[in-house]
């Protein structure tokens, strides 16, 4: 069988690892590649990869309940009942707090007057683009909705179909932070996990409980320690706990504020540090990771 994409997911345990300015850089060292921002709840990476959007669509995130004024008597049973606390009397009327419902629908099989009813919400949406770099596909979920894991599973196979038609060997994925539904989501049938971490107590803690989520799913798993000169007495006892578990270490980056001065400027690091140390690790450890590959 012919072998498809490789599809490389990078993840962190934490926010704040520097996981999105890692994959920016991976983009402009990549040849080919169609790229995707499945951190769907704070996408970010268009912010430095500026693209051009060709199509966008309303994503559903699934269903709110809604009270007819003119149906409701005001027995107040479905504010009895709601065990989300979505159910309020204001001025003497009942109303559902849309960032409160979670779309369960009890009320509606409670009101004896059926003046409750069900509306799908459209709050999420996808993005199809184009950057200087390729293709990139993102989204972004409205404010308190759902089905966040679902939309990134979305993202996911628009990159997919993408690579297949213009017949590329890689996709890089800027996966979400933590161990929650949009990572499964991004991580579920993918290549290989590169895990950013920080030399934190923190960073270390989540790290881990990241590594045994990945393990779950039989996936390669490497890890690049970013900032490690902040604390190198941490770092050390991360690269360690790595090597008890057989978890190769790709390279470990030194805090940089020239980093700042390329975000600011719309820029990846190896663009906007084009002859700096730091863009040279970073090639050190994506050509590494090609080796991986293969």
Same mark, same amino acid.
């Given at each position: 069988m012919e072998k498809g994409p490789t599809e490389i997911i990078i993840l962190s345990g934490k926010g704040g690892t520097g996981k999105t300015s890692i994959t920016a850089a991976f983009a402009t060292m990549a040849k080919d590649s169609v790229i995707a921002d499945c951190d769907v709840?704070?996408? !970010?990476?268009?912010?430095?990869?500026?693209? &051009? %959007?060709?199509?966008?669509?309303?994503? *559903? *995130?699934?269903?709110? *309940?809604? /009270?007819?004024? !003119?149906?409701?008597?005001?027995?107040?049973?479905?504010?009895?009942?709601?065990?989300?606390?979505?159910? =309020?009397? /204001?001025?003497?009327?009942? /109303?559902?707090? =849309?960032?409160?419902? #979670?779309?369960?629908?009890?009320?509606?099989?409670?009101?004896? #007057?059926?003046?409750?009813?069900?509306?799908?919400? #459209? @709050? @999420? %949406?996808?993005?199809? *683009? @184009?950057?200087? $770099?390729?293709?990139?596909?993102?989204?972004?979920v409205g404010i308190a909705e759902e089905n966040s894991g679902k939309l990134v599973a979305r993202i996911r196979e628009e990159a997919k179909n993408k690579a297949r038609e213009i017949q590329t060997d890689m996709i890089l994925v800027d996966g979400p932070p933590g161990i929650g539904c949009p990572a499964i989501s991004s991580v579920t049938g993918a290549d290989m996990v590169v895990a950013v971490t920080e030399p934190t107590k923190s960073g270390w803690h989540d790290l881990q409980r990241l590594i045994e989520m990945? #393990?779950?799913?039989?996936?390669?798993? $490497?890890?690049?320690? @970013?900032?490690?000169?902040?604390? &190198?007495?941490?770092s050390d006892e991360i690269e360690e706990g790595l090597k008890e578990k057989n978890i190769p270490v790709l390279g470990k980056l030194p805090y940089d504020e020239q980093v700042i001065h390329a975000l600011i400027s719309g820029k990846s690091i190896t663009e906007f540090m084009k002859e700096h140390q730091l863009t040279h690790e970073l090639r050190e450890i994506w050509n590494k990771l090609l080796e991986m590959d293969h």
């Open positions: 709840d704070a996408a !970010d990476l268009h912010l430095i990869l500026q693209p &051009e %959007i060709y199509h966008e669509e309303n994503y *559903s *995130s699934g269903t709110k *309940s809604v /009270i007819n004024p !003119d149906q409701c008597t005001g027995c107040g049973l479905c504010l009895d009942l709601c065990r989300f606390n979505a159910v =309020e009397l /204001i001025n003497g009327h009942y /109303i559902i707090d =849309e960032f409160a419902c #979670e779309g369960c629908g009890l009320c509606i099989l409670a009101c004896p #007057e059926n003046a409750i009813s069900s509306e799908t919400n #459209e @709050n @999420n %949406i996808l993005y199809l *683009s @184009n950057c200087r $770099f390729g293709p990139l596909f993102y989204g972004k990945i #393990e779950r799913f039989h996936i390669r798993i $490497f890890v690049i320690i @970013n900032k490690y000169d902040l604390n &190198e007495i941490i």
